[in-house]
């Protein structure tokens, strides 16, 4: 009689317990983790090039951020920040209020998720502009709530059967915004007036219009970095009309753009930013920062929740800001970002189906495309995947077709080049 492994019996078990919506980007049950390595209940290892969709920059299990989340829960586990406070909290504000690149004085609002930070960021918005409406882009990704689902530019598989949606969410196309390659400024400015003008014509006034919240790298929407001359023409156009440009690095912070936040590269300053992912190291944390007068705006009682800022979070935060540091993590993303894309440039030459490769400091994608047209090709996208994930490494797509790279920022040379050429292997069984 054949045994049944741990993992097809968990895989059983999920599917008469969980609901089929969450979807798994691979098969796999993780039995423990460290560094950038996942091993499942059959005792397999595993280079983890996804990081938990950009969770961990810092790795898993960093003993550091083990070692913060002991002590503080040996302490303090929850008492609610609404009913008695504590000092990790101020402690983390402060740290991020002097990190983000607005001049200050800046406060910070903790909260549970990506998602829930957005939508806190359009409630200070509203609070502080007097307006309602919201602006986001095409392709965009902000979350999975009403509003954020609303905010997110892609029906399939996040919208679709979930309507009504929120009202007064106005959508940019993400061309001219957002593009591949070295587009001239001038023309690229000259295409993100004219979008935004056919928005203020055509959509809604400019002078109802709240925030502007825009992702500098697309996430889900394809690791697309938005164009320096694009980025500029939004600071310029969201200060003459009086809208709150809301920078959302969910994904991009925290390290993985070569900066501490893809803002920095850019020299842009928002008026406010969204974090989360990486900001707590696997654990659940967000936040809002921005100018203190902003910050302000919405009334004692407007902003909060019971879990937001808990303070064994906080903890695990703190000891991610330090290893950023101490670990040169920051800079270190500019060298992983460097093999990945000589990485990705080879694979191009070799294989007629890889194309675009861009990048930003570590957060770098190619994309997967049908030669004969230039089409993306999911299928071809999906058995690379497989194939790499057959090989001992995990990797995702973004939108189905984009090979995305969010390996920890602690992965060593030897790992890093493993993973690549455990990628190369898989696109050489792909071709054929």
Known sequence: MTTMTKQAELLERRAAAVPRGPFNTTPLFADHALGSHIVDTEGRSYLDFCGGIGVLNVGHNHPRVVAAIKAQADKLIHTCWHVAMYEPYVELAERLNALVPMPGPNKTLFLNSGAEAVENAVKISRAAT?????????????????????????????????????????????????????????????????????????????????????????????????????FRVLREVCTRQGILLIADEVQSGFGRCGAWFACDRYGIVPDLMVMAKSLAGGMPLSAVSGPADVMDAAQVGGLGGTYGGNPVALAAALAVLDILEA?????????????????????????????????????????IIDPLN???????????????????????TASGYVIRTLMPLTISDADLQSGLDILAEAAAEVAE
């Open 130 to 230: 007097g307006r309602d409406a919201v602006v986001v882009f095409e392709r965009g990704y902000h979350g999975r709530t009403l509003l954020t689902l609303t905010m997110t530019g892609k029906v399939e598989p996040y919208r679709r059967g979930f309507g009504p949606f929120a009202p007064e969410v106005y959508r940019l196309p993400y061309a001219p915004f957002f593009t591949i390659g070295d587009a001239p400024d001038e023309a690229v400015a000259k295409g993100a007036n004219e979008a935004l003008a056919r928005l203020f014509a055509y959509e809604k006034e400019a002078d109802g219009i709240a925030c502007l919240v825009v992702e500098p790298v697309l996430g889900e929407g394809g690791f697309l970095p938005i164009h320096p001359a694009a």
């Open 374 to 396: 230039g089409n993306p090709d999911p299928e071809r996208a999906g058995r690379l995947v497989a194939a790499a994930r057959d090989r001992g490494l995990l990797m995702m």
């Open 327 to 367: 670990e040169g993590l920051v800079e270190r993303a500019e060298v992983i970002g460097r093999r990945v894309g000589a990485c990705f440039a080879e694979l191009a030459r070799s294989h007629d189906f890889f194309a675009n490769a861009r990048g930003l400091g570590a957060m770098c994608a190619i994309d």
